[in-house]
């Protein structure tokens, strides 16, 4: 941030895309994006949350990204795919690579508009989670379908 308080943004060279520009130490983005980190930190064991817990962590999390002005159709995106992923599972067909390989799908979508990055930092230990079991999966499905709902609940559009 300068002085009036105003991201500045920086051209990544060739890639065409932009990115938050760095100084030293803790970085404006680093802040902003530490709430998500902490979020992404609970989400490392699903095996170890519960329904509530999943609850309360969509609330917030739904809540943080549309006040980010992060468009529910960047979060439908990966939930339309787990969705897939569930189908797969009813049929008897549970594929943990699958789940893992939504991480560079999320990390593409960063690359390409930033602000996303707070929907990575708390996903993509989520999905690293998911990968390990049915029951875990089944968690990362429902906090992706509760943050998709919030978002709405809190005004979020397309």
Do not use: T
Not at 62 to 69: Q, S
């Amino acid at each position: 941030m300068n002085q009036s308080g105003k991201k500045e943004y920086y051209s990544s060279g060739g890639r065409g895309g932009h990115g938050y520009k760095q100084g030293s130490g803790m970085g404006a983005q680093d802040r902003e994006d530490s709430w998500s980190r902490r979020r992404g930190e609970e989400l490392k064991d699903l095996s170890k949350i519960d329904a509530a817990k999943i609850v309360e962590i969509s609330d917030d999390v739904g809540k943080r990204l549309k006040e980010a002005d992060l468009k529910i159709n960047q979060i439908r995106r990966f939930l339309d795919e787990v969705r897939q992923i569930e189908s797969d599972l009813k049929r008897g067909r549970f594929n943990p690579d699958r789940i893992i390989l939504l991480r560079p799908k999320l990390a593409y979508a960063v690359g390409r508009q930033p602000k996303v990055k707070d929907l990575m930092n708390v996903l993509d230990p989520a999905l690293q989670s998911g990968a390990k079991s049915e029951e875990n999966f089944n968690k990362l499905l429902r906090l992706i379908e509760g943050i998709v709902a919030y978002h709405r609940y809190y005004g979020g559009s397309n």
